[in-house]
């Protein structure tokens, strides 16, 4: 079983839409294994990233200015 994504609104979000990561992942063009660690906060995500994964789950508001939503330069 996957681990639940760290923020709140993203594991909401991944909830509502039925998606797995294996389908967030192919949404976006990267492996399912970097989704998760994005989504668990093993990994930082590019900006790009971020902005990706809200896109394909329908998050239209801004992200909190926190350690857990902080992305990283491509």
Known sequence: MA????CAALAAA???K???YAQIAQQ?????Q???D???GAATPTTDEFNALA???GITSAPPH???HVTKSA
Do not use: F, W, Y
């Open 3 to 6: 681990p639940n994504p760290q």
């Open 14 to 16: 991944k909830e509502k």
């Open 18 to 20: 039925g998606m797995s």
């Open 28 to 32: 976006i063009g990267k492996p399912e």
């Open 34 to 36: 970097h989704v998760i």
């Open 38 to 40: 994005i989504c668990t």
């Open 55 to 57: 896109r394909v789950l």
């Open 66 to 68: 926190d350690a857990a």
